[in-house]
């Protein structure tokens, strides 16, 4: 059963009749092209088939009653003028969306909601922005505010990120969830917000797996790397690491971990330009050693990985060969890994991530 028909079975349960609308965003999976976004550089990410979806129906009050149904079916109420918690798990991520919606125009009506998702937490496949867009589509259903744009969804998205759960995003996974097409790549320019979708050719599997380390700490890492960047930048006298070419930065005076730091970002906006490029041609054996440099300068420029993560990595990347290839995917520390192959090791590869995975949670993006 779908997850929209699964909220809307869920809704009732819960409510006492059947939802108004159900709203759908999937989760996200990022080729190459990490730490990237908030640098103003170029991204590849996919939307998933899973995600998260939320069944609603208009209130005559103005209270949100929302039922988490895949949270032990927790509970959530608040008024719609009432000042959302911050760092509150879920509570921040959908009370915050309402609440950024409604400071941009009047929602008259309260909601009752439910939210039923499939994507495994925590995992590096943007739950919490797949959450935030499904529950801003939700809102936007419900209030008839048809010109609501994907981006315009995006950016509120990444807002609640920001005031709301303390973590400094890109708007990578806000874009790709609110814009992308299912199936397909989509080249994002982090500054303009132009996109460029790009379908992969039938005989490609891409696969998503979990790397099994649990990412700890991670905002407050997640947000030091983005400090660092900016650091960078700033020392190099440009708005942003995007207008910096690898040359300049070879002869640039800084200090270790700044100019570190720097290789990384610039480096990977170039490999994620040469990534889209390699899938238009059909090239994976190039898509795949271009995954793999990625995943190295995760590893020893930007120091987001972890010894478990890199050992699994480097497991697929033999299995691969030159059929594509592996990387560490998302905000890093551990998180999600994946593998775009060819069909004819498809099976081979999906044999290692099931011996190797404890829970055995596997996403195909694609194939
Ligand atoms: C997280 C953030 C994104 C992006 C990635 C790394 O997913 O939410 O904005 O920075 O990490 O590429």
Redesign the pocket.
Known sequence: MSAKKEAALAFERSFGSAPEGVAFAPGRV?LI??????NDGF?LPMPLSVGTAVAWRARKDDRVAVTASDLGSETLEFHLAEEPPVKSGWHSLVHGMVSVIQAQRPVERGLDILIKGDLPRGA?L?S??SLCVAIGRAVAEASGFDDMTPEDIARLA?RV?HIYAG?A??????MAIAAGEPGAAMLLDCRTLETESIGLPEDWSVLVSQSGVTRELVDGA?NAR?AECESAARKLGVESLRDVDPITLSFAKLDEVDAKRARHVVGEIERTRAAAHAIRNCAISDLGELMRFSHASMRDDFEASHPEVDRKVERLNEIIGSKGGARM????FGGAIVSICHASVTRDVLNAIEQESDDRQLVRALN
């Open positions: 990022n092209g990490d730490h990237v976004d908030y991204v590096g943007s919490s922005a990444q990120e973590v995003c890109g708007i990578m996974d806000q997640y983005r995917t998302g905000g890093g």
